[in-house]
């Protein structure tokens, strides 16, 4: 059953990822949902995100107590100054360590 | 072909390589505890050795295999993961669509190479390797892409590996708190792409729900949440008339590809 699961997900990301890479394949997506797809990325990471960061024992922890939501403050504020993938992790991350 | 023109072009060859690869060597840093995570959490949910590292060589996308892992453990059918992984996966489609220009006249080698290597990170260095150039240097590298997108994929693999061994030899590797590697990439991708109002309403619909979803520990909480935050967020921008898109009528709403990259020029 895992490997069931472990193919057919390679199958579908796969798919996902070449799909609209195929030269054969005559596209025609209409507007509304390219611009319904233009907010999948921001959508889907934020609804990966936001429980990490706000439910990490089962409860909402919404206090400055929860290092997960004071070291994600952070690292938005460093994401949104910096806009530095890697400074923004390694310190946000370094600061999540000595808090945890 | 003389063999000064041959040594010339193989050196092309291997200096795009390696520029690839350095491009996207602090993604592969950052990407490192995560990997971990992958790792060790599949063990924990009860996965062999192999079907973890497996789970990472041939899926390859990190978000849909902690998701997945997540939903195994918590036994969700095999229907419900595959509909969540189409979901988180979906953004592909618009990476695929953004570079199709590029990849689509390639060999079918390069095609099936660069499309199974196509993750957020490597789309990132993809990009911005278009951003200052001139006109003339203005082609897609595919050497480029290969050196960026392999060099992620055995950083991502060694990691889940790493994950693996270190899962099996110590404890509750889950409470070390790895999992924070994946909030702060993914704030670290997120925040930057917050240009507009729209975005932004779509981003803290998608943050509450699903945050609403996961106290009261409902299942579908990822789709219920990311769904709901893209159709706010595209409802915002047609109520305010955000951007410069002009509406089309409803019998022209067909809009191709070439439509597109013409945005993105």
Not at chain 1, 14 to 35: A, C, D, G, W
Not at chain 1, 50 to 72: D, K, M, R
Not at chain 2, 96 to 109: E, N
């Amino acid at each position: 059953m895992t490997w069931l699961i472990i193919l057919s997900m390679a199958a579908v990301v796969f798919v996902s990822r070449h799909l609209l890479l195929e030269p054969k394949l005559p596209i025609r997506l209409s507007k509304n949902t390219l611009t319904f797809l233009s907010y999948s990325a921001p959508a889907v990471l934020t609804a990966i995100l936001a429980p990490i960061v706000f439910v990490p024992e089962g409860q909402l922890a919404i206090s400055i107590h929860n290092p997960y939501l004071t070291c994600a403050l952070v690292a938005t504020i460093l994401a949104y100054v910096t806009r530095n993938t890697l400074l923004t992790t390694v310190l946000s991350m370094g600061l999540f360590f000595i808090l945890y | 072909m003389d063999p000064a023109e041959l040594t010339s072009i193989t050196t092309t060859k291997t200096k795009s390589f390696l520029a690839g690869a350095i491009a996207v060597m602090p993604l592969t840093i950052a990407v490192i505890p995560w990997g971990i995570l992958a790792g060790s959490f599949a063990l924990e949910v009860g996965l062999t050795p192999v079907e973890s590292q497996a789970m990472s060589a041939i899926i390859f996308a990190g978000s849909a295999q902690l998701v997945a892992l997540g939903m195994i453990k918590a036994g969700i059918g095999i229907g419900s993961i595959l509909i969540t992984t189409l979901l988180i996966t979906s953004r592909h489609l618009l990476y695929a669509m953004a570079m199709r220009t590029h990849i689509s006249p390639l060999p079918l080698k390069w095609r099936l190479g660069l499309g199974f290597l196509l993750t957020d990170e490597l789309f990132a260095i993809a990009n911005q390797t278009h951003k200052g150039d001139t006109p003339a240097q203005h082609q897609f590298d595919r050497w480029y892409a290969l050196g960026g997108g392999l060099t992620f994929y055995f950083g991502w693999n060694i990691a889940t590996l790493l994950g693996i061994v270190a899962g099996q030899s110590i404890d509750n590797l889950g409470e070390l708190g790895l999992d924070f590697a994946i909030a702060a990439t993914f704030i670290a991708l997120v925040v930057p792409t917050v240009k507009k109002p729209s975005i932004l309403v779509c981003v803290l619909v998608s943050l509450m729900l699903a945050v609403v979803c996961a106290v009261f520990a409902i299942q579908a909480g990822l789709l219920i949440a990311a769904i709901s935050g893209m159709a706010a967020g595209m409802l915002y921008a047609k109520l305010t008339n955000e951007g410069s898109v002009v509406a089309t009528d409803a019998d022209s709403t067909q809009a191709t590809v070439t439509v597109k990259k013409e945005d993105n020029a």
